[in-house]
Each structure stands twice: as structure tokens, then as C-alpha cells.
């Protein structure tokens, strides 16, 4: 049929392309924008019949994407062709929040608080997810970061700046100190190792009242500030006017992307490539010259540093901290965000602490009674899922499929020689 | 033979009571294919996990390199960087990498870039990881197309033998001047242990020394230039494949002390 010739000859390889790469381009943007206009529609919903009804909705939306297998291959092709739009979509909408919810500072506030935990459970993430190191005392680095920060800032008067890096870095220590015994036992013994220098910390910032103030906690921690500009000011943008929770919502939310950056690229590193041999087998990266000491102890610090990092946020944005702040529970949720999310994948974890800082605030009526919901909901989840919302990507490297066929040529002719030997 | 580049010498390990090696002397000269033979749980892969210290030796040296130096108490990774690479009998790939990864994975102890370097980038970290992977697919090559036309696949999708193929790609990668190999032809049918024996030929033809453990006889013979052959820990022969096969002691081993030569 020469019509269709026609055609073809018409669509060349490249057309193809930019067409293909167009439609990826709009689906990707179109599924961030509905997903954002979703979470927006969950956030303001005021009653809760009407949010348990919406949450149910969601959960069916879900299911039904984990059934259509097309769609859902359709919509990874996509946001894997589109990444660089989809980031900077990610960030435009990331800087719309608050603009959008400029009325309501409680769900501002709600936004920094997200951030700030985003930031922990990407630091658990690298110990967790990408080292597999099970850590049960991670609030012990929260605290760290907490109490280093607002202490040098009330008594040497230090700059929230400055109080931030210190912070991360008291952390870091504090992950450093526990990854001494830690090299030496595995698995559940690691998390019982963990899950005991967590305990003994609280207590310890409970009882060393020159260090900690005790009980009592600390108070006055001040706000940050960049030069006169006090972060408790609203937040000026051009004719907008916003409460001044933004100033630490868009903190946070900055440090939280430049956190997940650097996940991603330590995850795509030779270190990277490291902590995921010896998550997969000790013995065997060992004896591939991988020092496991080493890249434990790093997978530790590291991620202990981004816990610190968001401690010294939350310090500064709260003004109070007690060793109420640090405890057991404090360290299970962060694991829970990790474990739920899918740990390993930056954004499933991300997803996954957004998640458990929303849901409880917005059951805060139920008191006690949701935690019940929320076990339900977690043992449903694991059956389910039990490599969490998000599983874990495979790392791919994609040879050039030039470089690749001429590789093949080139070997088939050595394997083709090989099996005349062998005729021979 | 010019010069020894592994010599062990009365090295022994006890696990309780048992004597899994006892007062074993062996010496492998740089360029040579030496074969370990001996019946099952006669001490072999305890003697490779000595070797690389996987298992803390109960007494004894092991002299490697030239200058000889004592590795009995290095660090395992250090091993690895010294020169020695190692297979297992029970294949330990990381399942979830890739085949390239699992390969990269072995040059961890020469890549040099730290986590700042990765968080940056540096043309630095650049380079070392294009080379790197050059490499990579250089020594997936050894093996014809069958692992570089799995390049992306995780190793755990991998058929039985390209598994092993790939294990000893890994052991490669990092440039060891000592490969041992833990079983290479098990669990092979005659065509993969004959391709694996000529593709373990190459390799030594590359300039590595090799240390293998094997029970398919006709590798043993085809390969090894020297056979030792040990029973519940100790040397009971050592010498040409002919000279190992006909010595009473072997065949005693093997067959019981009934059997009749």
C-alpha cells in the first residue's frame, strides 16, 4: 500500500521520538498534578466522615493502579523518560504550598513538620534502606542534633546556621559511637544493639541535667535567622504576604530536596554499590575487597547526620525540646516511615513520613484510638506490601545499544571460535 | 616455576575438637595452575577461608606476594587488595545487582573516590566510574556474549553455569595476582566444564596464578601444571596429576581402606 509508505517514510525515528517524549512529558505532568491536587483536596477537607470517605477513595485508586498493569507500566515509562521535568514540576509545586494554603498556618506548619521528617527517615533510609543495617535507636540522633543545636545557641548565643552543622555533625558522632558494637552482630541482635543505646540515651538526657536540663527540657530555643530578618516575621513575597510558618517550611522543605539529592547520589555511588553488596551478602562483598567496617560505619554517620540535621530544625522551629521528644516511640515512627514507604526508595520514604505525619494529625480527635487504626493499617500494609508503598528500584546502567551490539559481534566470534575448538 | 608467590606452612585450624586443617604445608610458585583434591570435609574450603581469613587460623603462616608478607592476620578486603580473589563453592552473588554491578563490586578496593567525591560528582568520580565500567565490560567479555548479553539482568536471573561464569568475573575485577577457585565445573554438564576449563586457561594465560578445588578429574588433568591432594586436613600427596592419581594413599581416601589399587 503506498499510502502508508508514504506515511512511514513520513516518521522518521526522530518524529517518533519528540512525540513519544511529548505525551511522556504530559502524562507525567499530568498524574504529579492531579496526585498534589489530591493531597491538597485531603489536606482541607474539614470533616472527618467526609476524610475517612476520601482516604477510602485513595486506597481504592491505588488498588486499581496495581491492577492495571498497562497503565502502570505506561506511567514508570514515562516518569523515568521525563525525569528532569518531573523534578522541577516536584519543586514548583513544593514552592506552591504554601501559596496555595496562604489562609490555613496550621497546615503550613503541618508542611515543615512533614519536611523535617522527611529529612529523618531519608536518614534512616541510608542506614536502612541502602546499608541494611536495622536501626532502632534513631531518635538517639534526632535528639543529638536537638540538644547540640539549642544548646549552643542559648548559651554561646551561635547562629541557627552554624547550630545546624553542629548539630548534624554531634549526630553523626553519636552514629559513629553505636556503629563500634554494632560491626559486631547482625540482623535482630543489630536491632536490639540499637534499639538498647536508644533507651539508655533517653535516659541519660533525662538524668544529665547540666547537659540536657533534664526532664524539664530546654525552652527558648531561638528562631533562625538570617541577618535582621527573624524567621517568627511573615514571609514577604512580592504583593503576597504569608504566615510565618513558610520561613521554615521552605527551610525544610529545601534541606529535605537537598537530602534526598544526596541520597540519590550516594545510592548511585561505588559506596552506594557497596552498602548494597553487603546488605545482599556480607562474606561475599568482604572477599571483594569491600571494607565493610568502613562502609557500616560511614552508612551509620551518615545517616545519623541527616537525623541530627532535622533535629536542629525542629528545635529552633519549635522552641522546646524534652526528652519527651526522643523516646522508643519517637524512633519506632521514623522505622515505620522507612518500612512503609519502602526502604531503599527515596521517594516511596519520603512518601511514607509525609504520610505518617499527616494521618495522625488529622486524627488527633481519636486520641489514643488511632494508634489501634494505624497497627490495623500497618499489618494490612505488610501482607500486602511487604516491601512497602514504594519497593526498592534496581540500580540500572543502560549500555548503549550501539555499544552493546558491537560487543556482542565482537564476543559471539570468540564464543564461535571457543566451540570449534571444542568440535575439534 | 619463578618463584613462590603463596607458601603456607604448617597451618592448622581446629573448630572444637576437630582438626579441619592440620599442619598443612603448601606452596604455589607465580604462574602455576595447582589443583586441591580430597574427598568432602577433607579441609579445602576451610584451607581458601583461611586463606582470604574468612576463619582465624589456629596456628601457622601464610606467606603471599613477593616480598613475601604474612596475611594470616590482615583484614579480609585487605587480602582482596593485596592480590587475592576468590570463588565459592556455593555460589555468593549479590542476587539483586546486576551482572555489571556484581562485577564492579569487585574492584571496591582499588576505586578510590569517597562519598563526597559522589555527592559532587567530580570529573574525578567521572572518570574512575566510566573506567571502571570499561573494565567491567572488558572482563565480562572473557566469556563470550553469554554475560554481556545479560549486562542489565540481575545475577539472580542468571542460569546455573553463567553464575559461575560471573563469580569468577567478580573475583577478577579486582586484578588479583592469586585466584582461587572454589569448584568452578560443579554442578556443570561436560560441554560448560570443557568451555569453563579453556576460559580458565585464558585467564591464567592473562598472568594470573591459580589455586583451584575441584572434583571433575578431567579439569584437574587438562589445567593443573601440580595436584595436592589432602585428606582430614593433611597433605597425603603432592605431585604430577599421574603421579597423585596412582599413589595408594589417594586412592585409600577415596575408596576406603578396603579397596583394592
Given amino acids: 500500500m503506498p499510502e502508508t509508505d508514504f506515511i512511514d517514510a513520513q516518521l522518521t525515528p526522530a518524529t517518533v521520538n519528540r512525540q513519544q517524549k511529548l505525551r511522556h512529558t504530559l502524562l507525567t505532568v499530568a498524574i504529579m498534578i492531579g496526585l498534589f491536587a489530591?493531597?491538597?483536596?485531603?489536606?482541607?477537607?474539614?470533616?472527618?466522615?467526609?476524610?475517612?470517605?476520601?482516604?477510602?477513595?485513595?486506597?481504592?485508586?491505588?488498588?486499581?493502579?496495581?491492577?492495571?498493569?498497562?497503565?502502570?507500566?505506561?506511567?514508570?515509562?514515562?516518569?523515568?523518560?521525563?525525569?528532569?521535568?518531573?523534578?522541577?514540576?516536584?519543586?514548583?509545586?513544593?514552592?506552591?504550598?504554601?501559596?496555595?494554603?496562604?489562609?490555613?498556618?496550621?497546615?503550613?506548619?503541618?508542611?515543615?513538620?512533614?519536611?523535617?521528617?522527611?529529612?529523618?527517615?531519608?536518614?534512616?533510609?541510608?542506614?536502612?534502606?541502602?546499608?541494611?543495617?536495622?536501626?532502632?535507636?534513631?531518635?538517639?540522633?534526632?535528639?543529638?542534633?536537638?540538644?547540640?543545636?539549642?544548646?549552643?545557641?542559648?548559651?554561646?548565643?551561635?547562629?541557627?546556621?552554624?547550630?545546624?552543622?553542629?548539630?548534624?555533625?554531634?549526630?553523626?558522632?553519636?552514629?559513629?559511637?553505636?556503629?563500634?558494637?554494632?560491626?559486631?552482630?547482625?540482623?535482630?541482635?543489630?536491632?536490639?544493639?540499637?534499639?538498647?543505646?536508644?533507651?539508655?540515651?533517653?535516659?541519660l538526657a533525662r538524668n544529665l541535667n547540666f547537659l540536657t536540663n533534664g526532664t524539664d527540657g530546654v525552652i527558648n530555643i531561638p528562631p533562625p535567622s538570617i541577618g535582621s530578618y527573624s524567621f517568627t516575621q511573615s514571609l514577604q513575597l512580592g504583593p503576597l504576604s504569608l504566615p510565618f510558618q513558610a520561613n521554615f517550611y521552605y527551610l525544610a522543605v529545601t534541606i529535605a530536596l537537598v537530602t534526598a539529592f544526596v541520597s540519590y547520589r550516594l545510592r548511585q555511588s561505588a559506596l552506594g554499590r557497596s552498602w548494597d553488596a553487603i546488605r545482599e551478602d556480607e562474606v561475599a562483598a568482604r572477599c571483594s575487597g569491600v571494607n565493610t567496617r568502613g562502609v557500616k560505619i560511614l552508612a551509620f554517620s551518615i545517616g545519623a547526620f541527616f537525623g541530627g540535621i532535622g533535629g536542629a530544625i525542629y528545635a529552633h522551629m519549635i522552641g522546646f525540646i524534652s526528652p519527651e521528644n526522643f523516646s522508643f516511640l519517637e524512633s519506632m515512627t521514623i522505622l515505620v516511615m522507612v518500612v512503609v514507604g519502602g526502604a531503599g526508595n527515596i521517594m516511596g520514604v519520603a512518601i511514607g513520613a509525609i504520610i505518617l505525619v499527616v494521618l495522625p494529625e488529622r486524627f488527633r480527635e481519636f486520641e489514643h484510638l488511632r494508634l489501634l487504626f494505624f497497627g490495623a493499617a500497618l499489618v494490612l500494609l505488610m501482607i500486602n506490601r511487604p516491601e512497602g508503598l514504594f519497593p526498592r528500584l534496581r540500580m540500572r546502567r543502560v549500555l548503549p545499544a550501539e555499544k552493546l551490539a558491537a560487543m556482542l559481534t565482537q564476543t559471539r566470534q570468540k564464543t564461535a571460535s571457543v566451540g570449534r575448538i571444542k568440535a575439534q | 616455576m619463578q618463584g613462590e608467590l603463596l607458601r603456607i606452612e604448617h597451618l592448622t585450624k581446629n573448630f572444637g575438637g576437630i582438626h579441619a586443617v592440620n599442619d598443612l604445608?603448601?606452596?604455589?610458585?607465580?604462574?602455576?595452575?595447582?589443583?586441591?583434591?580430597?574427598?568432602?570435609?577433607?579441609?579445602?574450603?576451610?584451607?581458601?577461608?583461611?586463606?582470604?581469613?574468612?576463619?582465624?587460623?589456629?596456628?601457622?603462616?601464610?606467606?603471599?606476594?613477593?616480598?613475601?608478607?604474612?596475611?594470616?592476620?590482615?583484614?579480609?578486603?585487605?587480602?582482596?587488595?593485596?592480590?587475592?580473589?576468590?570463588?565459592?563453592?556455593?555460589?555468593?552473588?549479590?542476587?539483586?545487582?546486576?551482572?555489571?554491578?556484581?562485577?564492579?563490586?569487585?574492584?571496591?578496593?582499588?576505586?578510590?573516590?569517597?562519598?563526597?567525591?559522589?555527592?559532587?560528582?567530580?570529573?574525578?568520580?567521572?572518570?574512575?566510574?566510566?573506567?571502571?565500567?570499561?573494565?567491567?565490560?572488558?572482563?565480562?567479555?572473557?566469556?563470550?556474549?553469554?554475560?554481556?548479553?545479560?549486562?542489565?539482568?540481575?545475577?539472580?536471573?542468571?542460569?546455573?553455569?553463567?553464575?559461575?561464569?560471573?563469580?569468577?568475573?567478580?573475583?577478577?575485577?579486582?586484578?588479583?595476582?592469586?585466584?582461587?577457585?572454589?569448584?568452578?565445573?560443579?554442578?556443570?554438564?561436560?560441554?560448560?566444564?570443557?568451555?569453563?576449563?579453556?576460559?580458565?586457561?585464558?585467564?591464567?594465560?592473562?598472568?594470573?596464578?591459580?589455586?583451584?578445588?575441584?572434583?571433575?578429574?578431567?579439569?584437574?588433568?587438562?589445567?593443573?601444571?601440580?595436584?595436592?591432594?589432602?585428606?582430614?586436613?593433611?597433605?597425603?600427596?603432592?605431585?604430577?596429576?599421574?603421579?597423585?592419581?596412582?599413589?595408594?594413599?589417594?586412592?585409600?581416601?577415596?575408596?576406603?581402606?578396603?579397596?583394592q589399587a
Fill in chain 1, 38 to 203: 489530591l493531597m491538597i483536596v485531603g489536606l482541607v477537607i474539614e470533616r472527618l466522615s467526609l476524610f475517612i470517605a476520601f482516604l477510602l477513595a485513595v486506597a481504592l485508586l491505588g488498588f486499581l493502579y496495581q491492577r492495571t498493569q498497562s497503565f502502570k507500566r505506561r506511567a514508570t515509562e514515562a516518569f523515568h523518560d521525563s525525569r528532569g521535568t518531573a523534578i522541577t514540576l516536584l519543586i514548583l509545586l513544593v514552592a506552591a504550598y504554601p501559596i496555595i494554603l496562604n489562609q490555613n498556618p496550621y497546615l503550613i506548619h503541618i508542611g515543615a513538620l512533614s519536611a523535617i521528617y522527611v529529612i529523618m527517615a531519608l536518614g534512616l533510609n541510608i542506614t536502612l534502606g541502602f546499608a541494611g543495617l536495622l536501626d532502632i535507636g534513631f531518635a538517639v540522633y534526632y535528639g543529638a542534633g536537638a540538644y547540640t543545636s539549642a544548646q549552643f545557641a542559648i548559651h554561646f548565643g551561635t547562629s541557627f546556621w552554624l547550630g545546624l552543622v553542629l548539630g548534624g555533625l554531634s549526630a553523626s558522632l553519636f552514629g559513629f559511637i553505636v556503629a563500634w558494637p554494632a560491626l559486631r552482630v547482625h540482623d535482630h541482635y543489630l536491632g536490639l544493639v540499637t534499639l538498647g543505646y536508644g533507651l539508655m540515651m533517653n535516659l
Fill in chain 2, 25 to 259: 604445608d603448601i606452596s604455589v610458585g607465580k604462574g602455576e595452575i595447582v589443583a586441591i583434591i580430597g574427598p568432602n570435609g577433607s579441609g579445602k574450603t576451610t584451607l581458601f577461608n583461611l586463606i582470604v581469613h574468612l576463619y582465624d587460623t589456629t596456628a601457622g603462616k601464610i606467606y603471599f606476594g613477593d616480598p613475601p608478607v604474612d596475611i594470616a592476620r590482615v583484614a579480609t578486603h585487605d587480602i582482596n587488595a593485596l592480590g587475592v580473589a576468590r570463588t565459592f563453592q556455593t555460589l555468593r552473588l549479590f542476587p539483586n545487582l546486576t551482572v555489571v554491578e556484581n562485577v564492579l563490586v569487585g574492584m571496591s578496593a582499588r576505586l578510590r573516590c569517597g562519598p563526597l567525591h559522589a555527592v559532587m560528582q567530580t570529573p574525578r568520580t567521572r572518570r574512575e566510574e566510566a573506567e571502571a565500567e570499561a573494565e567491567a565490560l572488558e572482563l565480562l567479555s572473557l566469556f563470550g556474549h553469554r554475560l554481556i548479553s545479560m549486562y542489565n539482568e540481575p545475577a539472580g536471573s542468571l542460569s546455573y553455569a553463567n553464575r559461575r561464569r560471573l563469580e569468577i568475573a567478580r573475583a577478577l575485577a579486582s586484578r588479583p595476582t592469586l585466584l582461587l577457585l572454589d569448584e568452578p565445573a560443579a554442578g556443570m554438564n561436560p560441554t560448560e566444564t570443557h568451555e569453563i576449563m579453556n576460559d580458565i586457561g585464558d585467564i591464567h594465560k592473562r598472568g594470573c596464578t591459580i589455586l583451584l578445588i575441584e572434583h571433575d578429574m578431567g579439569l584437574v588433568e587438562g589445567l593443573a601444571h601440580r595436584v595436592v591432594a589432602i585428606d582430614h586436613g593433611t597433605k597425603i600427596a603432592e605431585g604430577s596429576y599421574q603421579e597423585v592419581c596412582s599413589n595408594p594413599e589417594v586412592i585409600k581416601a577415596y575408596l576406603g581402606s578396603g579397596a
